[in-house]
């Protein structure tokens, strides 16, 4: 029960080989995130958006902050790979930035507005990209491993997904939108 409800789409699979239609839906679900995120959640009161979607997990509050903060050190990491020779990313401790006062209180307008001009940028960006350049790298410090720029697109499709469906399925829960 809790994998389900820490994983609620599972873990990300990404093909073996990738191809152009598999770009074309992931950036569709970059484009159309924002939007579909502040559907979602315009109308959830406070006392709502201060509820954990699962024990021990983060509000819904903080999850949308994370996923500001987590799009925005994306967006930077496909900056580095396409300016630089295999750059080591910088890692970020993302449970604590979730536990900063801002992540736990601030108006989730900020990140949903945040979201919006982000995922355009980067959408635009990602459009614009040729074959060369989804091959370019950046290199995860953690193991040490090479991660492409078209995985990343795929990663962070999964990411918006994965983050929706948490939402999602406690609104469903606790009778908060209709099935």
């Avoid at 990300?12 to 559907?39: G, R, Y």
């Avoid at 601030?106 to 990140?111: E, G, K, R």
């Avoid at 469906?165 to 469903?172: F, G, P, S």
Wanted: one cysteine or more; hydrophobic letters at 40%.
């Amino acid at each position: 029960m809790l994998k389900e409800l820490k994983y609620p789409i599972g873990k990300p699979i990404l093909p073996d080989k990738i191809t152009a239609l598999d770009i074309e839906a992931w950036i569709n679900i970059l484009e159309e995130f924002p939007k579909k995120l502040s559907n979602l959640v315009k109308n959830l009161t406070d006392k709502q958006l201060d509820t954990t979607y699962r024990k021990d997990g983060w509000t819904i509050r903080q999850v949308i902050h994370h996923l500001a903060d987590s799009h925005h050190n994306s967006y930077t990491r496909f900056k580095w790979a396409l300016t630089e020779n295999k750059p080591i990313i910088k890692v970020y401790f993302e449970d604590r930035w979730a536990e900063l006062f801002d992540s736990k209180t601030s108006p989730i307008l900020f990140s949903l507005n945040s979201l919006t001009a982000l995922h355009a940028k980067w959408v635009y960006l990602l459009k614009g990209l040729s074959k060369s350049d989804l091959k370019k790298v950046f290199i995860h410090p953690e193991g040490n491993e090479e991660v492409s720029l078209v995985q990343n697109i795929g990663i962070y499709a999964w990411h918006c997904r994965h983050h929706f469906a948490h939402i999602e399925n406690l609104l469903k829960k606790n009778d908060w939108i209709l099935s």
